[in-house]
């Protein structure tokens, strides 16, 4: 926000880098000229060059990478309440790209501990788990980590299915009326962040998610990995 300062030159600093990425002379994920060479481009110090860039990184406008510089954010394709309950797939094809999958594995696990206390009071004695990539215009944008009763949705059927909540629907009659959801940010994950082609600086959204039928019958676990330049979450909340 400009009334974070009152220096004049920092902000027409900020006004005109803010033009340069809207007009498209700077992509995302560009790097910005060094503090230096912008204090020469605008006729300004380098302390105005400072501030201004202090500000565009509290709005999320660019983001630093210590020793490597300065670059333009990725703009969020989807920015969506938390609160809001829909499938990755319905995710990505409201923010106007046309999702994909690409399949990681799928295999039958036995239950954890965590695993029995997250579907009790069911007994269950093995999952099918799902593990893909989710694409968004051919871009890795989401790893899911899917689990759910083999005997609802076996190996074979799991695997072929884009929505696992619309094949819980069409061949285990089960509905999906809400989920109780934690989300995280995390760092640089060894195996999934290459997937992704994450900087070793990019954070990740971790959204943890156990699916209820309008009947409270758990039926499915989800370990969302999102890109977090891509992907953004609100919660709405409310005075009682």
Same mark, same amino acid.
């Given at each position: 926000m400009l009334s @974070? %300062? @009152? @220096?004049?030159? !920092? %902000?027409?600093? /900020? @006004? $005109? *880098?803010k033009s340069l990425i809207e007009e498209g002379h700077y992509k995302e994920k560009e790097k910005l000229p060094s503090e230096y060479e912008l204090a020469q481009q605008f006729g300004v110090s380098k302390k105005d060059v400072k501030e201004a860039l202090t500000i565009l990184e509290r709005e999320n406008i660019i983001i630093r990478r210590p020793g490597v510089g300065v670059f333009v954010h990725?703009?969020? *394709? /989807?920015? !969506?309440? *938390?609160? $809001? /309950?829909?499938?990755? %797939?319905?995710?990505?094809? $409201?923010?106007?790209? #046309?999702p994909g999958v690409q399949y990681i594995s799928a295999e039958l %696990?036995?239950?954890t501990d965590e695993d029995?206390?997250?579907f009790a009071p069911l007994e269950i004695d093995t999952f099918a788990q799902l593990e893909r990539l989710r694409t968004a215009d051919g871009d890795p944008v989401v790893y899911c980590i899917d689990r759910v009763d083999?005997? /609802?949705l076996p190996l074979e059927l799991i695997h072929s299915q884009e929505s696992i909540f619309a094949a819980l629907k069409a061949y285990a009659k #089960?509905? *999906?009326?809400y989920a109780v959801a934690y989300i995280e940010p995390i760092g640089y994950h060894e195996r999934i962040s290459p997937l992704l082609h994450c900087e070793p600086d990019q954070a990740l959204l971790l959204l943890r998610q156990m699916h209820y039928t309008k009947d409270n019958e758990p039926v499915l676990y989800s370990a969302n990995f999102f890109r977090a330049d891509v992907f953004s979450f609100y919660v709405l909340r409310k005075r009682k």
């Open positions: @974070n %300062t @009152n @220096n004049g030159s !920092s %902000t027409l600093v /900020l @006004n $005109q *880098i990725s703009k969020p *394709i /989807l920015s !969506s309440g *938390i609160e $809001q /309950l829909g499938s990755v %797939t319905e995710m990505i094809r $409201q923010s106007g790209k #046309k %696990t036995a239950p029995r206390k997250r083999h005997r /609802l #089960k509905d *999906i009326d």
